[in-house]
T-cell receptor
Framework: DQQVKQNSPSLSVQEGRISILNCDYT??????FLWYKKYPAEGPTFLIS?????DKNEDGRFTVFLNKSAKHLSLHIVPSQPGDSAVYFC?????????????FGQGTRLTINP | DAGVTQSPTHLIKTRGQHVTLRCSPI?????VSWYQQVLGQGPQFIFQ???????GRGNFPDRFSARQFPNYSSELNVNALLLGDSALYLC?????????????FGQGTRLTVV
């Protein structure tokens, strides 16, 4: 049962343009949503999070939007830079079966072309 | 300040053997969680420990066990290794029991079972 889904395995964007990464979830109990970036041979690096009671959170070039009615969130990166090329994971936080845990999507590989 | 450190970074084991992976959280962080990431998928929750007690476990067999020490470092043990246990094992630490706002990951241990 995949509770968090990232339906696009890859995305290619021109440098300087906007990158939009999408994520869908099914469990209404999720109370926070997080985005992580991962380079090869490294652990995931936290980017930005949003509470389920908000619909937008912005940090520099990164903005996360949450649409609770659609159970959908997106990460916008503006402007995109070559260093943004990485795998991006969406994660949702909730108490599930007694544990406070993060449930991750499958990831989207973002490639920024010069 | 040191981030989350994991050891070893890589190891190769034979089917049926036992393995111990180690994690040191960020100083002051009392919550440690373990995740397994197989190729092409997002990390999957294995265990969470907070204040040296197990707070929850994911859908993993009893061959997987863990513990947290008084200094909040943690070990993940896997017995009777199977080929399917080959994965990147990630440790995450946070300053609160809830991993809502952000969790910091180590670089991971790449386990290969042959």
């Amino acid at each position: 049962d995949q509770q968090v889904k990232q339906n696009s395995p890859s995305l290619s964007v021109q440098e300087g343009r906007i990158s939009i990464l999408n994520c869908d979830y099914t469990n209404s109990m999720f109370d926070y949503f997080l985005w992580y970036k991962k380079y090869p041979a490294e652990g995931p690096t936290f980017l930005i999070s949003i509470s389920s009671i908000k619909d937008k959170n912005e940090d520099g070039r990164f903005t996360v939007f949450l649409n609770k009615s659609a159970k959908h969130l997106s990460l916008h990166i503006v402007p995109s830079q070559p260093g943004d090329s990485a795998v991006y994971f969406c994660a949702a936080s909730a108490i599930i079966q007694g544990a406070q845990k993060l449930v991750f999507g499958q990831g989207t590989r973002l490639t920024i072309n010069p | 300040d040191a981030g989350v450190t994991q050891s070893p970074t890589h190891l190769i084991k034979t089917r049926g053997q036992h393995v111990t992976l180690r994690c040191s959280p960020i100083s002051g962080h009392k919550s440690v969680s373990w995740y397994q990431q197989v190729l092409g998928q997002g990390p999957q929750f294995i265990f969470q420990y907070y204040e040296k007690e197990e707070r929850g476990r994911g859908n993993f067999p009893d061959r997987f066990s863990a513990r947290q020490f008084p200094n909040y470092s943690s070990e993940l043990n896997v017995n009777a290794l199977l080929l399917g246990d080959s994965a990147l094992y990630l440790c995450a630490s946070s300053s609160y029991r809830a991993m809502n706002t952000e969790a910091f990951f180590g670089q991971g241990t790449r386990l290969t079972v042959v």
